[in-house]
């Protein structure tokens, strides 16, 4: 499996920054066009390198907040690139209301 620094930036290409929600493994797929819940458990892969948000159970050097990294080789990688969504406010993943 391959592991890539992340670094995340304001930039003009908005289509390097795209990701895709899929289910926490390809026998649990999310369904297009059916809304997220909260509480569900989800993976998030980079479009442009087909790499998933992966979790580390240590701290950044640059932010001293969670460290994550892009993982995996096609979408596919462990147990570290499921997220569960929390929500603020009612039962669906709405835009900017959401925390993983």
Known sequence: MKTSNLTLYICQNRAKQFF????PSRK???VR?????C???IR???LT???????H???SPLSNSQEVSAFGDDGEG???DVWTVVCEDGDFWQRDQVGF
């Open 78 to 80: 462990d147990r570290g």
């Open 28 to 30: 649990n797929p999310c």
């Open 57 to 59: 159970h240590f701290s």
């Open 33 to 37: 066009g059916e809304a997220v819940k």
């Open 49 to 55: 390198t087909a790499r998933n948000l992966h979790s």
């Open 44 to 46: 998030l892969e980079h």
């Open 39 to 41: 509480g569900q458990e």
């Open 20 to 23: 895709s929600a899929k289910g």
